[in-house]
């Protein structure tokens, strides 16, 4: 899902101390270690090599991922797939660009909203965007994996809370050199690509950026709903000359 992330954040920062993220920092070694021990690292012998690699993969996506023909039949093994599918990613790429986006992104949105309500959001947002697009394709036997329907939920919130926050990004247009833009232009650019690239995808293996999309918008919703008639979180300004006060 997650190789059309087209615009690569490198960093999210602001002029205050670093969060501490235990529940962002926890998600990703999760995701890691699960990966790892699976076939679609290709590192354990367990699975074998060649077709039959090939195999236990196929098997394995389809019972930790979302089918959503299996879904809506009433499966009660496959009502729980969009929890398990949000930890199971495709390949290293995949798992790679998912951990980046989490980790640039999640601390200071985990920190805003505290880690429990961080961890139902991030979770929840998840499951509802996997179900969405399961709902879209009700009659796909593809399986669906990865984390990136929860993943563009908690870009959605940071771009509500954090508008202002500078960005630090490689554009392929621009020959990958990095710029800083605020995330008022990042993210919404992003999610632009992903809409245009719903428009053009085919059913079949690929990118699921219908989840993108969902899971984009559940996000920055759930941050206007929950945090709207607060003051969102802005860098503290600098600190005035000696002598003078600060209005």
Not at 203 to 218: D, E, I, R, S, T
Not at 225 to 231: I, L, P, Q, V, Y
Request: hydrophobic residues 50%.
């Amino acid at each position: 899902m997650i190789s059309a992330w087209s615009t690569v954040a490198l960093r999210a920062s602001r002029s205050m101390r670093r969060p501490t993220a235990p529940v962002t920092h926890t998600l990703i070694a999760l995701c890691c270690l699960i990966f790892l021990a699976g076939p679609a690292s290709g590192l354990s012998p367990a699975y074998g090599s060649g077709d039959e690699l090939l195999i236990a993969q196929r098997a394995y996506f389809r019972r930790w991922g979302v089918v959503p023909a299996d879904l809506f039949e009433g499966s009660a093994r496959a009502v729980l797939t969009p929890a398990t599918a949000l930890f199971v990613h495709g390949s290293w790429v995949h798992l790679l660009g998912n951990m980046l986006f989490l980790y640039v992104f999640g601390a200071m949105t985990e920190e805003r909203m505290g880690r429990v309500q961080f961890t139902l959001f991030y979770l929840g947002c998840g499951c509802l965007a996997l179900l969405g697009y399961a709902a879209a394709n009700a009659d796909s036997q593809q399986s669906l994996v990865g984390a990136s329907g929860a993943i563009s939920a908690v870009l959605g919130a940071f771009l509500f809370l954090f508008p202002d926050a500078r960005v630090t990004s490689l554009l392929p247009f621009l020959f990958f050199l990095p710029v800083r833009f605020p995330a008022w232009v990042v993210l919404p650019f992003w999610a632009a690509l992903q809409w245009l690239a719903a428009g053009r995808a085919t059913q079949g293996p690929g990118v699921a950026y219908l989840a993108h999309l969902l899971g984009f918008g559940l996000g920055f919703c759930f941050a206007w709903a929950r945090f709207g008639r607060t003051t969102r979180v802005k860098a503290p300004p600098a600190p005035a000359p000696e002598g003078e006060n600060q209005p």
